[in-house]
C-alpha cells in the first residue's frame, strides 16, 4: 500500500490526522527514552501508521524532529506573548514564567536538546529561521520581563540574557538528569510531585537572587 493511500485510509484516527498523530507519537518517544533519536519502526508500531508516512508527510527524519520542535515552540512562544501582555507586577509575573519554563521541560524534556541538535545540524538558513521564529522571541521577553523590574526598582541591575540562559538551563539540567537520580540516588521518581518541589525551590531561589530588597 502506498503512502498516499494509507492517507486516505488512515487519514484519521481517532480525531486526529496523521500527521499529528506521527508528530504526537515521536514526541511520546522522546519523552519515554529521554532521547532525541527516533526509530521509524517504533514509530510505525506505536502509531499504527507506515513510515513511508515520514517521508510523505516531512521529507525525511530532520523534516518530523522540526515539526515536533514547531509545534511546541510555537505554543512556548504564544503562551509567553499572553503573559507580557498581563496586567502583573513583574515579580508576580517572572514568578509565573520560571514556574512555567519548569514545567514545560517536564512535558518536553528533550526540548533543548532537539533544537541545538538542529540548529547544529541544519543548513544555516534552516538554523537562522529557528533562531527568529523561536529563539529570539523568548530571548526578547526576557528582556522585557527583566527590564520591567529593574525600572520599577524591583529587580536588582542584572543581564537579561544571561538570565535566559540561567533559567532554561535549570529546567533542561534537571529534566535531563534521570539517570543521575537513578544511579547516584536511586531515584526513579519523576513524577508531577517531584516536579512541583522542584518548581517551588527553583523559583524561590531564583527570584531571592534577583530581588531589589
Not at 485510509?9 to 498523530?21: C, L, Q
Request: with cysteine; charged share 30%.
Amino acid at each position: 500500500m502506498s503512502a498516499e493511500n494509507q492517507v486516505d485510509k488512515n487519514g484519521d484516527i481517532d480525531g486526529a490526522s496523521a500527521r499529528s498523530k506521527l508528530i504526537e507519537t515521536a514526541s511520546q518517544i522522546m519523552r519515554e527514552g529521554d532521547t532525541i533519536d527516533i526509530s521509524f519502526s517504533e514509530l510505525s508500531v506505536r502509531s499504527g501508521l507506515n513510515s513511508a508516512l515520514v517521508k510523505y508527510y516531512f521529507g525525511n527524519k530532520d523534516g518530523l524532529l522540526e515539526a515536533i520542535l514547531e509545534r511546541d515552540m510555537t505554543k512556548i512562544v504564544e503562551d509567553v506573548g499572553l503573559l507580557i501582555a498581563k496586567d502583573m507586577p513583574p515579580e508576580d509575573k517572572l514568578r509565573h514564567h520560571i514556574g512555567a519554563v519548569i514545567d514545560t521541560y517536564y512535558q518536553y524534556p528533550y526540548i533543548h536538546r532537539l533544537t541545538m541538535r538542529l540548529i547544529r545540524d541544519l543548513p544555516p538558513e534552516g538554523a537562522r529561521d529557528i533562531a527568529e521564529k523561536y529563539l529570539k522571541p523568548l530571548s526578547e521577553a526576557y528582556s522585557i520581563f527583566v527590564g520591567d523590574g529593574i525600572k520599577t526598582g524591583v529587580f536588582r541591575d542584572l543581564d537579561p540574557q544571561l538570565f535566559y540562559s540561567a533559567v532554561t538551563g535549570a529546567a533542561d539540567r534537571f529534566f535531563t538528569g534521570k539517570l543521575v537520580w537513578k544511579y547516584c540516588y536511586g531515584r526513579d521518581d519523576f513524577h508531577e510531585k517531584m516536579r512541583d518541589s522542584y518548581r517551588e525551590q527553583t523559583v524561590d531561589l531564583i527570584m531571592a537572587g534577583i530581588l531589589a530588597r
